[in-house]
């Protein structure tokens, strides 16, 4: 056996090690986390059944604080305060199958925040859903509920031509799977830059972009070369969708819509479809991401489009510092969150 064959099994072995570790301590940690919730639950639920039974008031949050430290001396976060959150979320979440909800799978610190900005159980389970999905940090999540996501996606009309262009079932998928709307806040950008630029920052955290698109993206490359009739075209960026069993070309732009861009990506996807797709996939799917549309302007450029476009905006969240300071009056009220969740997870 060669050197380099023994190198390259070696490698592989290492991989596959490696990926069990991580798939298992993953699981660990989210088995910690619901664990921790559950427990939090309980304490919760039986201070407020006392209550109930023996009349006592929140006075005996307190001492109960007091007497539960001194006991458990390696056991934190059962501060008064804490405690206090404990009793509303067992009120707030009265059933005992929470373990199997998406509120189980959030730290501590994002239940707390999610029940003091949200009170709509509809709207708050969304922002759950999009917290796990899209692995959001707290500081995202309390940007995201600044900005009303929630409203803004339920109220905004879909800029594409998926319905013209695909079959009604794949439009239908297609249209659940791309978004209006896609927050780039990861890249941390508070300055003007190029599409180059863009370009390059999204590559080097591909992960969290990936994360922003969805489930079923497998990244292909960037500046995707085309050659067709002695001409080279380059695609900013290409996807394959596991579900939609399509290529998905993505172009990006920094500034306004302009109706040029859709003639552009026509043009990528003819060649897609014509150069790179199998047989046994469906056609190719262009999507604009650019800072800023106007849904008319779009509806009228893709009006006579043959292939499937969408176009959809991004938003640049600000960066961690700069949120902190931006919400630091909101963020005192949680003073004792980054403690609590240390202290869950000792």
């Known amino acids: 056996m060669s050197n380099e064959i023994a190198i390259e ?3 592989s072995l290492f991989a596959d ?52 430290q001194h006991e458990f001396t ?38 707390i925040l999610l029940m003091e900005k949200i009170k709509d159980k509809e709207v708050r389970h969304w922002y759950m859903q999009q917290t796990i999905e899209k692995s959001w940090s707290r500081d ?8 009303d996501m929630y409203g803004q996606t339920q109220n905004q009309l879909k800029s594409n031509n998926f319905n013209n262009t695909l079959p009604a079932t794949h439009a239908d998928y297609a249209n659940e799977i791309f978004q209006d709307q896609y927050n780039l806040g990861f890249l941390g ?35 995707h070369r085309l050659e067709y009739n002695g001409k080279e075209y380059f695609v900013d960026m290409l996807f394959f969708h596991r579900g939609l069993r399509s ?24 060649l897609l479809d014509r150069l790179e797709k199998s047989e046994n996939e469906n056609q190719s799917i262009g999507i604009i991401l650019c800072a800023d549309k ?9 009006q006579d489009v043959g292939k499937p476009i969408g176009v959809a905006e991004y938003q640049l969240l600000l960066p961690k510092d700069q949120l902190q300071t931006l919400v630091a009056d909101e963020l005192r009220k949680f003073e004792l969150i980054d403690d609590e969740q240390a202290e869950g997870n000792a």
Do not use: C
Not at 140 to 147: E, P, T
Not at 195 to 209: A, C, H, N, S, V
Not at 294 to 302: F, M, P, R, S, Y
């Open 9 to 11: 099994k070696y490698q």
């Open 74 to 111: 390696s056991l934190k976060g059962f501060s008064e305060r804490n405690l206090g959150y404990m009793l509303r979320f067992a009120l707030e979440y009265p059933e005992t199958s929470i373990l199997q909800q998406a509120v189980a799978k959030l730290p501590w610190g994002h239940n």
């Open 247 to 270: 290529l998905v070309a993505i172009e990006l732009k920094i500034g306004s819509f302009k109706a040029e861009y859709v003639g552009k990506m026509n043009l990528y996807l003819s």
């Open 294 to 302: 106007d849904h008319l302007d779009v509806e009228i450029a893709l």
């Open 140 to 147: 995202l999540l309390l940007n995201a509920i600044k900005m």
């Open 189 to 223: 950008i508070t300055e003007p830059i190029r599409e180059l630029e863009l370009e390059r920052r999204l590559i080097e955290k591909i992960k969290y972009f990936i994360l922003e698109l969805g489930k079923g993206f497998t990244f292909i490359g960037n500046q």
């Open 17 to 68: 090690i490696k990926n069990v570790i991580q798939q298992t301590r993953l699981r660990t940690a989210l088995a910690v986390n619901a664990e921790m919730i559950l427990l939090y639950w309980q304490t919760g639920k039986m201070i407020a059944e006392r209550q109930q039974q023996e009349g006592w008031s929140a006075k005996v949050i307190p001492q109960l604080a007091v007497d539960l």
